[in-house]
């Protein structure tokens, strides 16, 4: 590579760095900035190398930690910086969002919210994380986590804080002894299937002026034996609340109050597509994603392939 020879002469660098050989290769108009300049050598150098081998590269993808006072992650978020979308990701940068419920659709929004710069996000659930809740929910627990019979909360906290600080565990159910704690939430997801708690909750949210969305999912073995149901996302803001007491039920299931969206059949990837949807709306809320209808309340209908908005704000 005769064309980039600059001088070969032997120097000491310091802290042990000998080199033999120093190139250039500089245009006439300079560089942009200093990634112009070395991801330009680095293809310099490597494309003869390629030529032999395809298979070879300078990328090592070394694992960059992430400095714990600019970061709540633990590595660096490479995903965005790799995009180019750092200056949108930023707008998710909140203080406080609680996920109320990790059942099913709770734990999926947890998953997608942990790779989100929220400097603090809680749990809240009082049941202890069972052999069933691993087939409906982020991840792969072994025999001897199951066998430890921990609380959910505690289980997906361990879970998510290798990857991020800031995941808070509250090991009950809520109600009105705690319901207080919300109050000082940038955002909730409330992803349970009792009534009452729900009506409690939501209460205390508008009361407090803090927006929520409220997830739900109605799936019945049909007589054919498929499964069909309706997902459901309802928003509130402080802009549009008055539609969701219609929406989502605010009573407790009996004999003779059977809504479509307190059934108690749900699926990995049913509660995954509830969670995204529910996610994909709080972005468009932080400004993430463009958001043309603003809707405060979306249902997936499975059979028909069929995503709704309505009460557009």
């Not at 710069?117 to 049941?127: N, R, V």
């Not at 927006?211 to 799936?219: E, K, L, Q, S």
Request: glycine share 6%; charged share 25%.
């Amino acid at each position: 590579m005769d064309q980039i020879r600059h001088q070969s002469s032997r120097q000491q660098l310091g802290s042990g760095v000998e080199v033999h050989h120093s190139f250039s290769s500089k245009p006439p108009a300079g560089y942009n900035d200093y990634h112009e300049k070395m991801t330009t050598y680095v293809a310099v150098l490597s494309g003869p190398a390629a030529s032999i081998d395809p298979e070879v590269t300078a990328r090592i993808y070394r694992v960059i930690e992430a400095d714990e006072q600019e970061s709540v992650f633990k590595y660096v978020d490479t995903a965005s910086s790799r995009a180019r979308i750092d200056a949108v990701t930023k707008r998710l940068d909140t203080s406080k969002v609680a996920i109320v419920g990790l059942g099913g659709s709770g734990s999926y929004i947890l998953d997608l919210l942990a790779k989100t710069p929220i400097k603090e996000i809680h749990l809240f659930d009082g049941d202890v994380f069972l052999q069933h809740n691993a087939f409906r929910s982020p991840g792969a627990p072994s025999l001897d986590e199951l066998r430890t019979r921990r609380k959910k909360v505690a289980h997906f906290e361990e879970l998510y804080s290798r990857m991020r600080n800031g995941v808070v565990a509250h090991e009950n159910y809520v109600d009105a002894s705690n319901v207080d704690e919300f109050a000082g939430m940038d955002f909730v997801f409330l992803c349970i299937d009792r009534g009452s708690a729900r009506a409690l909750i939501s209460a205390k949210l508008e009361e407090y002026k803090v927006p929520f969305i409220d997830v739900g999912m109605g799936v019945q073995q049909s007589d054919g034996g498929f499964l069909v149901g309706i997902l459901r996302v309802t928003t509130s803001t402080v802009k549009n609340r008055a539609h969701f007491k219609s929406r989502a039920s605010l009573a407790d299931r009996d004999g003779n109050n059977e809504n479509e969206y307190d059934q108690n059949i749900q699926i990995a990837d049913l509660n995954a597509l509830n969670a995204a949807l529910a996610v994909i709306k709080w972005k468009k809320l932080c400004g993430f994603y463009l958001d043309l209808e603003n809707e405060h309340h979306a249902t997936y209908t499975i059979d028909g392939n069929i995503l709704s908005n309505e009460d557009l704000a």
